[in-house]
């Protein structure tokens, strides 16, 4: 008896074109937002926190880093932290809607962060906040 025949796998979708275009926009790009804040409560104390992070978009993986400090004052005492944080992974662009890109870091550890993004001419949309961008040289 012979087997029965074996149906061929189905092909996969049709790349979007849409999703094409954001990621060869941003491959090759360097991400940028650098915030500070001051606060200060009702019983006298205060806190200050500066943070740079940055996120350079290579071929097909990435490197984020997190940097600056925050400091802490109560009752004439002071303390100051480092802020830092590093991954490294790979990255893709899932959907595009217009200009809206939603851009995926998978870090080596396996863990995931979802960006929505809008490129303009030097500055971009992270999430809703302003960052500045360029092409790697």
């Known amino acids: 008896m012979a087997a029965p025949p074996v149906s061929a796998a189905p092909a996969p979708p049709p790349p979007d074109p849409a999703v094409e275009r954001g990621t060869a926009r941003l491959r090759g790009t360097r991400l940028w937002r650098q915030t500070n804040g001051f606060d200060r409560d009702y019983s006298g104390g205060s806190s200050y926190v500066e943070r740079r992070t940055t996120i350079t978009l290579h071929d097909t993986w990435y490197h984020r ?45 396996g863990t995931e962060q979802d960006h929505a993004v809008v490129l303009g001419t030097h500055t971009a949309q992270v999430d809703g906040q302003d960052w500045h961008w360029r092409r790697l040289s």
């Open 65 to 109: 880093e997190e940097s600056g400090y925050s400091r802490v004052s109560f009752s004439g005492m002071t303390s100051t932290s480092p802020i830092e944080a590093e991954s490294v992974g790979t990255w893709r662009v899932t959907t595009a809607h217009g200009a809206r890109l939603l851009l995926v870091l998978r870090a080596d550890d």
